[in-house]
């Protein structure tokens, strides 16, 4: 047996065993789009997913892409150095235009326009300030700046949304410039930045720069959905905002916002913008039509996510439930057991309810939970649904809140 084999079967003890043990709970295969799906031929409604406008389905959003797909097919074979297309250019400036910033620079993936845009910075003169429960994406664009001949910037991470935390960073750091990357809403946990403060630290220190990946609060937050920076009133404070079109857009790619210079050098500097292939226009006409949804009604879609996820939080807390940290549309069910949060996905998806669990690593061992992310997709009978489903089996599970007392 070669040594990859060898590997591959070592490290993959742990998740074979799940398997033989039919609790194996991921890639489970959808068969078709859409909040409400099915599995194995089952009905399931998903409560794991980040379609928070519920738009992705949308007859509308479905048209766009129908007609990219005649005139521009599926693919562009090349990236965008040399396959760039008007519509590209047109979405880039109206997301511009609708952020607030002077420009806009769309890549395949938010994966890649954060690790593009660290990369396209961090140098040896650069101080990497990260929130220690920082996005995969924010992790994989600092190491591999941090492992890279010529670039090696500093790295520091900074306790979970605290700016004092960041404020010390700051003041020890060894190098000229500091580039602090924080979320606007963290995913696994629904909480919030305290973005005021950090944009108050970040403006104390000479040569700080902010960015904010807002992947979950883009079209979540603030009243017409620009995210956390309208929430706060923060807009004109942040010089470099990183978003998706994999939640609230109804599809796939990266959003990268900033000042003309900042993204035309970051569009000839991104390897993982240069190297890769460009964005389907099928995809780009698709969060092209939810962008037209937003500039014409975003008001009314945000409230309806908000009143439907006011209710799912009013009543999971009225069952006892332990929602962690969160303060948005994103409430994780915490098991604090990795079997609870194993058998409680397993009981809910018998039941057409499907609640993914995330287990250690993904977070510490004692914070395993479920991921329950209310969308305005959701009716009120999916939620009520899940509410009954949570209790019953909360309670035979004895799930923190719903424990029996003996
Ligand atoms: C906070 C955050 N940033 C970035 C990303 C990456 O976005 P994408 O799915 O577009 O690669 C995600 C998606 O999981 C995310 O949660």
């Not at 700016?163 to 809403?185: D, Q, Y």
């Not at 796939?252 to 993204?263: A, K, P």
Request: net charge negative.
């Amino acid at each position: 047996m070669s040594w990859i084999e060898e590997k591959a079967k070592a490290e993959l003890e742990r998740i074979r065993e799940a398997q033989a043990k039919q609790v194996y709970p991921y890639f489970k295969p959808f068969e078709t789009g859409g909040l409400h799906t099915s599995i194995d031929g089952k009905p399931i409604v998903n409560f794991s997913s980040n379609d928070y406008l519920g738009l992705t389905t949308h007859p509308k959003v479905i048209e766009a892409a129908k007609k990219a797909v005649e005139r521009y097919a599926c693919g562009l074979s090349s990236s965008r150095v040399q396959a760039t297309t008007v519509e590209h250019i047109a979405l880039e400036e109206r997301l511009a235009a609708y952020f607030g910033f002077e420009a806009c620079l769309v890549f395949t993936t938010g994966y890649q326009a954060m690790v593009g845009t660290i990369m396209s910075f961090a140098d040896r003169d650069t101080t990497l300030a990260l929130d220690n429960l920082s996005h995969a994406c924010i992790l994989d664009g600092t190491f591999m700046a941090a492992g890279t001949p010529l670039r090696q910037p500093e790295v520091r991470f900074f306790n979970h949304n605290s700016a004092r935390s960041l404020n010390r960073v700051l003041t020890n750091r060894e190098r000229k410039n500091a580039m602090v990357l924080i979320e606007g809403i963290y995913s696994l946990d629904g909480d919030e930045a305290p973005i005021q403060e950090i944009v108050e630290v970040c403006e104390s220190h000479e040569n700080t720069v902010l960015v904010v990946d807002d992947a979950h609060g883009s079209g979540t937050l603030g009243k017409h959905g620009r995210g956390i920076l309208e929430k706060t009133g923060l807009e004109g404070r942040v010089p470099i905002v990183v978003s998706t079109f994999s939640k609230t857009f109804g599809g796939i790619g990266g959003i990268l916002l900033g000042s003309r210079d900042v993204i035309d050098h970051v569009k000839h500097a991104a390897r993982s913008f240069v190297f890769s292939a460009s964005l389907p226009v099928p995809i780009v006409a698709a969060a092209s039509t939810i962008l037209s949804m937003l500039e014409d009604d975003a008001e009314g879609l945000v409230a309806e996510l908000h009143e439907k996820a006011a209710y799912m939080r009013r009543s999971l807390l009225e069952l006892g439930l332990d929602l962690g940290m969160s303060t948005t549309h994103i409430m994780p069910v915490m098991c604090r057991d990795e079997a609870k949060a194993m058998f409680m996905h397993i009981a809910l998806l018998e039941n057409g309810v499907m609640m993914v669990p995330i287990t250690y690593p993904g977070v510490k061992k004692g914070e395993e939970r479920l991921r329950l992310n209310v969308t305005r997709g959701h009716t009120r009978e999916d939620m009520d649904k899940a509410l009954d489903l949570l209790e019953t089996y909360g309670r035979a599970f004895e799930i923190p809140g719903l424990e029996s007392a003996r």
